[in-house]
């Protein structure tokens, strides 16, 4: 605060101030302003925030001012019915912008009747499997297989075995007959004599019965003699082992230069061609199997090999599933099938049922049941062209194969439209709606050449066909 009687020198600025610079016209009362200061400059961000103020104050005034119209129109009944006849029906001049079609594929489904079919699953099993061992005591001389080798029956040698003792044997033998055969034609000159003898009794009974013993000790010595010939013979036949059928050395459990001893196991051998399947199948589809049935073999990266049923064990364990092994013969011409591989067979689980066939594909499974999806072609119209639409059909599954169903249409409707030959959406009937218009996909046929029948693409349908 001033004193009483002084002037105040205290700067003061007025709102006008702020609107002026240093340079523009004095202001004329002297009691408004500073005593002998100049009036300050005007700020530039005052200016622009003053600006963006009363900018943001006309867009909420004019958003508010739409917002409130647009409500009004809203509520305007006849404005709302006015517009929805616009859409339906577009004036001249209006494009009207539809939903385009979707893309779907299809198949065709047919009149027929098939079976349930259950898949069990197995391994292939070759028909013959041999452990092949030494019949005879020696060092191995030759083994010239191997692992995996193919072998012909009764050429392919599998193993050499050193005769030399076996040789010894067999000479010591000869020698020993020939010995044994001049004893005994001396033996029986002699016996003979003894026989005129006792005739004149020059000589007694015992005597000849003594000589007639000994007579037949040394020809029983000459048939031990033989029998060890004719056995070191057919051991010395027995030192080659050659493979007693075709097939593939699968294990050796020797080597060249070790010992064996008759029983001594040397390789493992399994048959080649044809080959089982293995199919471990339960109760309630062992009675409609019998021998010679055909079943079709399913075999990963190779495809289905139709065989028949060449053996059937009546029996199952008692521990575990009671499940019964059957055997599928299967033709092995190529040599693709290997024992051990993992097979699935398509077994008959009830009688062959009528009805529609369809591709598992088309069968859309919903908690309310089951629909397949019909599409029926339109044909061209003057200048319409021809038009695609799809319709769901209720139905229900009377037969289950791996890749075909035969269903029955629930209502009469489903019953007109789901037909023999009738086309049905096997892809892309996820998001359809009942009447919605649909364009078919076509695949290129190069894709499906290898693709079983019923696989829901053997079929290439297009829009024009009828």
């Given at each position: 605060m001033?004193?009483?009687?002084e002037?105040?020198k205290?700067?003061?600025f007025?709102?006008?101030?702020l ?6 016209t004095?202001i004329q009362?002297?009691?408004?302003t ?6 300050p ?8 925030a003053l600006?963006?103020?009363?900018l943001?104050?006309g ?8 917002i409130?119209?647009?409500?009004a129109?809203?509520?305007?009944k ?12 577009p004036g ?8 385009p ?8 489904a ?9 898949t069990f ?5 070759e028909?013959k499997?041999?452990t092949l061992?030494s019949e005879?005591?020696g060092l191995v001389?030759?083994l ?8 012909k ?14 040789k ?9 007959i ?14 003979e ?20 013993n000994k ?5 029983t ?14 051991k010395m036949?027995?030192?080659?082992i050659?493979?007693?059928f075709d097939?593939?050395?699968v294990?050796?459990?020797t080597?060249v ?6 029983g ?11 080959i089982?399947a293995?199919i471990?199948v ?21 495809g ?5 049923v ?8 008692s ?11 299967l033709?092995?011409d ?8 993992a097979v699935?067979a398509?077994?008959?689980e009830?009688a ?5 066939i369809v ?5 859309m ?6 629909t397949?999806w019909?599409a ?5 119209v003057?200048?319409?062209p021809?038009?695609?639409f ?5 139905v ?5 194969a791996?890749?075909s169903?035969?269903?029955?249409p ?5 019953k007109?439209l ?11 009937s ?5 009447g919605?218009?649909v ?6 046929p ?14 290439i ?6």
């Amino acid at each position: 605060m001033p004193l009483r009687g002084e002037i105040d020198k205290t700067p003061t600025f007025t709102l006008h101030s702020l609107f002026f610079s240093q340079n523009d016209t004095k202001i004329q009362n002297p009691s408004m302003t500073a005593t002998n200061n100049p009036s300050p400059r005007h700020s530039p961000v005052v200016g622009i925030a003053l600006s963006l103020t009363f900018l943001i104050i006309g867009i909420l005034l004019a958003a508010a001012y739409l917002i409130r119209s647009e409500n009004a129109r809203l509520q305007d009944k006849e404005f709302l019915q006015k517009r929805l006849a616009q859409l339906e029906k577009p004036g001249e001049g209006e494009i009207r912008r539809a939903r385009p079609p979707a893309l779907v594929r299809v198949d065709a489904a047919h009149v027929g009747e098939i079976p349930s079919i259950r898949t069990f699953q197995g391994r292939l099993l070759e028909i013959k499997n041999t452990t092949l061992s030494s019949e005879v005591t020696g060092l191995v001389l030759e083994l010239p297989v191997e692992v995996g080798d193919a072998v012909k029956a009764n050429e392919t040698l599998i193993v050499r075995i050193d005769d030399t003792w076996t040789k010894f044997t067999h000479e010591t033998a000869g020698r020993e007959i020939e010995l044994r055969s001049s004893i005994l034609d001396y033996e029986k000159t002699e016996m003979e004599r003894l026989q005129e003898l006792i005739e004149s009794r020059a000589v007694s009974i015992s005597e000849y019965l003594l000589q007639v013993n000994k007579t037949d000790q040394i020809r029983t010595n000459l048939e031990i003699a033989k029998l060890v010939r004719n056995e070191s013979a057919e051991k010395m036949k027995r030192t080659e082992i050659k493979a007693p059928f075709d097939g593939y050395v699968v294990s050796k459990m020797t080597e060249v230069g070790s010992l064996l001893t008759p029983g001594n196991p040397i390789v493992q051998i399994i048959s080649s061609g044809d080959i089982d399947a293995w199919i471990p199948v339960n109760q309630t589809v062992i009675d409609r199997i019998a021998l010679g049935d055909e079943i079709n073999v399913d075999i990963h990266d190779i495809g289905q090999v139709k065989g028949k049923v060449h053996l059937i064990v009546p029996y199952a364990p008692s521990d575990g599933p009671r499940m019964f092994p059957i055997h599928i013969r299967l033709p092995n011409d190529k040599g693709r099938l290997k024992s051990g591989m993992a097979v699935s067979a398509l077994v008959p689980e009830s009688a062959p049922k009528p009805g529609v066939i369809v591709p598992v594909e088309a069968v859309m499974d919903k908690p309310d049941g089951q629909t397949v999806w019909v599409a029926t072609i339109e044909p061209k119209v003057e200048d319409r062209p021809s038009r695609v639409f799809v319709h769901p059909v209720p139905v229900k599954i009377l037969a289950h194969a791996v890749d075909s169903c035969s269903v029955l249409p629930e209502t009469d409707e489903g019953k007109q439209l789901l037909v023999d030959k009738a086309l049905v959406v096997i892809e892309g009937s996820e998001r359809l709606t009942s009447g919605q218009t649909v364009t078919i996909k076509e695949v290129d046929p190069k894709y499906l050449e290898n693709l079983p029948t019923g696989s829901g693409h053997s079929v290439i349908r297009k829009e024009t066909e009828e």
